[in-house]
């Protein structure tokens, strides 16, 4: 039996990078999916991807820093799935090409990169944990940063909002432990993503030799550390904060 038969998984921000390669490693172990994204067209080849791995898959395209969004998305994934088994919490990104030194970024920027890297995930929690609550069971997993660590530089917005999701994570563990459930985050290092790869390659290279390991993180690598905290082998884990970063930072 595959780890998650039977078990229907929610993920954010699946369309692309980390991910879609929750939502495949999820779907290669027996899980059915709910996966939201503002890409619609990418988010429905995910879901191809995942169908053709024998899930049963609920899409939703939409902008999660709209709150009626989140609410009215996670109900149509209710009534077509259920209540989820486990949450993964992805969403979340840097302001990108609107990145300026903190003393000048625009007020709707840094609204942008709070909302989608830490109100997103909270609101979406909210939305799952009465129905894991009447179950009984439930496992909640977001994705942090190490940047909530390190403070990288040109990110203040965006390690703020990943420290809040790991002060998130503890607050609700202790919540919701009593309860048979848990909540654990991961914080990726630079990723091989579709961001990363749009850097300048001087850029991308001094972030990869910035790793004790020499390599930037694929995609992958997060996605098998959060089917690890999803699953019951981590059944006694809760509050944590996981980093697959190639130790780049200590925690």
Not at 88 to 95: D, H, P, S, W
Not at 213 to 236: G, H, T, W, Y
């Amino acid at each position: 039996m595959k780890d998650f038969e039977r078990k229907t998984v929610a993920i954010t921000g699946a369309a692309h990078g980390i991910g879609r390669a929750i939502a495949l490693g999820f779907s290669a172990q027996g899980a059915d999916l709910a996966l939201f994204d503002l890409d619609g067209a990418a988010l429905e080849q995910t879901a191809e991807d995942a169908r053709a791995q024998g899930a049963q898959v609920f899409t939703r395209q939409g902008d999660f820093c709209d709150l009626d969004t989140i609410t009215g998305s996670f109900a149509a994934a209710k009534e077509a799935l259920g209540t989820p088994d486990v949450l993964v919490n992805n969403l979340g990104q840097t302001a990108r090409e609107k990145t300026t030194p903190f003393s000048e970024a625009p007020h709707d920027v840094l609204d942008f990169v709070l909302d989608i890297s830490l109100r997103a995930a909270v609101h979406c929690t909210r939305e799952v944990l009465p129905g894991m609550k009447e179950r009984g069971s439930g496992r909640i997993v977001s994705i942090s940063s190490d940047s909530a660590y390190n403070g990288d530089l040109g990110c203040v917005d965006y390690a703020a909002a990943k420290s809040g999701v790991l002060g998130f994570t503890r607050g609700l563990a202790r919540e919701i432990g009593p309860l048979g459930m848990t909540a654990n985050a991961v914080c990726p290092g630079p990723t091989n993503t579709r961001a990363m790869q749009r850097i300048p390659r001087d850029s991308f290279e001094r972030a990869r030799d910035a790793v004790p390991m020499k390599q930037i993180c694929e995609p992958e690598d997060i996605a098998n550390a959060v089917l690890f905290l999803a699953s019951d082998k981590a059944r006694f884990i809760t509050g944590q904060t996981l980093p697959v970063n190639g130790g780049r930072v200590f925690n």
